[in-house]
């Protein structure tokens, strides 16, 4: 029996109501196989500046450090997305998170349900069978690079700087992913334009030495763009940096239907954050109709990640497969031909994969 300590950062928005399923899964998995996992809460993002005035109070941060793994939902408010003058700002603690836990590495499976291949707008035929896992360089280049104004405000300007071991690392994790899966790597750069892609380049290229066995191939960034919807089953694994890689996996969520429904992991040398890709969506708070499956599959990659419980981690991706087999939906990945009693809310959703589940 597993003892395991699971740290619950809700966070703004829906992620409140998502992770409290996701909460509610790892239990029922717990239950299942004898694991016994405890539980504290910690606040970030927006609703940690109203509470604190930081939007990573010290006391998160450390609970997160005594944790064996977070399970977090989103953070965002639309009070600050309309003040480019806001000081202080709920995604500050998200990169804080990422750099005070040294979370160099985002995974994020892109993996298309069969039943929702009809909810992508891209043709069934181009999207059958693409299964991609992005690896996204997390805590270097644009976002955490020097940035400011000059000429009295009129110039602004942000550093995207890289160091040959920020890119090995991620390299490295990214060959070693491609290994256990079909030794397809691409790495992603714009190495004609930008000296950061080319020592990225450099690096990959080194790295690929001690991994005779992956394929490796570059891409340019605008070129991966366009490849991703003309023929996505060509990419395994993907790696790039953290300006693309933000960029190129929300593109990438339209092929799994909706962003909903897609998982991530962060990680690094020490606790791991597990999370859906999707945003606050401030727009549907409250309403019970958030789609609760990505959280769901973020506890599936915690469970597999962070806890080496890969059957645990599988019976939660088949409970997930099962309800969409069965018909059921949410909003979002609902459609015409959706019978409205099919159409499930947040909670309604969870009491489905819990029954699959049992």
């Not at 999707?278 to 019970?288: E, L, Q, V």
Request: a negative charge; glycine letters at 8%; aromatic letters at 6%.
């Amino acid at each position: 029996m597993a003892t395991k300590k699971i740290l619950i950062v809700p966070g703004d928005g829906i992620g409140q109501e998502v992770t409290a399923v996701g909460k509610k899964v790892l239990d029922r998995i717990a239950e299942l196989f004898g694991h016994h996992f405890t539980y504290d809460e910690a606040l970030i993002g927006h609703v940690a500046i109203e509470a604190t005035g930081n939007p990573l109070p010290d006391e998160s941060l450390e609970k997160m450090r005594q944790s064996d793994a977070v399970l977090f939902g989103a953070v965002g408010h639309p009070k600050y997305d309309n003040d480019p003058s806001a000081k202080v700002r709920p995604e500050q603690g998200l990169l804080k998170m990422r750099k005070e836990l040294g979370l160099y590495a985002n995974l994020r499976p892109i993996k298309l349900f069969d039943e929702l291949l009809g909810a992508s707008s891209i043709k069934p035929e181009i999207l059958r069978g693409a299964d991609i896992l992005f690896f996204r360089e997390l805590t270097g280049d644009i976002y955490f690079g020097e940035k400011g104004r000059k000429d009295n405000g009129d110039t602004a300007y942000d550093l995207a700087a890289y160091s040959r071991f920020e890119v090995e690392r991620i390299a490295r994790k990214a060959f070693d992913a491609a290994r256990t899966r079909n030794k397809k790597l691409c790495s992603v750069d714009k190495a004609n334009v930008l000296e950061t892609s080319r020592l990225w380049r450099e690096v990959v290229q080194k790295v690929a030495l001690d991994y005779p066995d992956v394929t490796v191939e570059h891409q340019f960034v605008d070129a991966t763009a366009m490849l991703l919807i003309k023929d996505p089953t060509r990419f395994d694994v993907v790696v790039t940096a953290n300006l693309f890689g933000d960029i190129l996996t929300d593109e990438a969520s339209q092929i799994a239907g909706s962003m909903g429904m897609l998982a991530s992991a962060s990680i690094g040398d020490g606790t791991g954050v597990y999370e859906p890709i999707h945003g606050s969506a401030h727009d549907i708070t409250g309403k019970g109709v958030a789609n609760p499956l990505a959280s769901i599959l973020s506890a599936a990659l915690l469970l597999d990640i962070s806890f080496g419980m890969k059957a645990e981690s599988e019976k939660v991706i088949q409970a997930v497969d099962q309800v969409l087999k069965a018909g059921f939906r949410t909003r979002d990945i609902a459609d015409a031909q959706t019978p409205a009693d099919k159409i499930l809310g947040t909670e309604a959703m969870g009491k489905a994969v819990l029954q699959f589940l049992s």
